[in-house]
């Protein structure tokens, strides 16, 4: 099995392509044919070795057949693992190096460089499976959440070339990456509203140049402000018929506000405005309590005034009578 793409000269140095990861027993290139194309039949004696033999990159390579020179793969090349180990340079090649001694009626160095050319042996991977995130609902459009890339040892198209946003519903997000630097970002592309949508799920998918895939998926929380105002159930409140004879304390009826935030930000407070003693109000259940005895030929009609307050930060108000 020959492996050698095709052999090119560089700056006086041959360069040989191999692709990573050949079977041990590979033959990488013909030394003898490499080196004297022209007059290979008439050398009688001829004899190549390597100039070392353990060390790197040396220990990928034996030649078998000293008089032939066939260069073979005496160890598995893993290009991916050899860049991340910065053995050789991957953002160009990764080339590896071998001082080839000829001895042909004297000793003579060649130096020739195998080219491991990279194969997408390696799927797009997310560090997690799936990620939380949380976005306050104010956030302004543009607003910029930094996700954690994936990651594909492999080069250029057999890397990543692109991410997308799946999901089975509209989504008020885009993503945005750079990937040469290897970021990623969620943009906020619309108006964030928790009371209408508190949360959404999607997935993440990272391509490879052959459609290879890894998956992230992601559950955003919207974080709630309190930008919903109280609201009471009826503006006006009209209690007929409280007979004079009513004892304090009786209950005689019940305002109520609905507030669409979240947590403190939609507790209400209910608060008598109305400069009435006769009358309270329940801070909490919005209960109007009797606190006098009522006297109908003094009074026939108590107009009340009562505001209801959420408990969250810059309280909103409503008012009911
Ligand atoms: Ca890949
Ligand atoms: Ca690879
Ligand atoms: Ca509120
Ligand atoms: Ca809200």
Redesign the pocket.
Known sequence: MLSCCYCQQQEDHLIIRSTEKLPVHTEVINLRRLLFPNNISDIKTIDFSLAKRDEFPYMYFLINHSSQGILTIRKEIDRDELCRLRYCRCDTWCDLELEIIVDREGFNIELIIIRIIDRNDHKPVFLKNQINLTIV?NAPMGAMIKLEAAVDHDQGPNSIIGYSLISSKALPFSLLYNLIRGDLSLVVEQVLD??LISSYTFDIIARDGDNQTGILHVLVTID?????PPKFEQLVYIINNISESISIDSIISRVHAID???GV?GEINYYLISQDNCFHVDAVTGDIRVRCLLDYETQTTHRLEIEARDKGEGYKTDFCT
Not at 224 to 228: A, F, L, R, T, W
Request: glycine share 0%; aromatic share 0%; hydrophobic share 10%.
């Open positions: 609902e928790r009371e709630d402000i309190n930008d919903s669409d935030d979240d930000n």
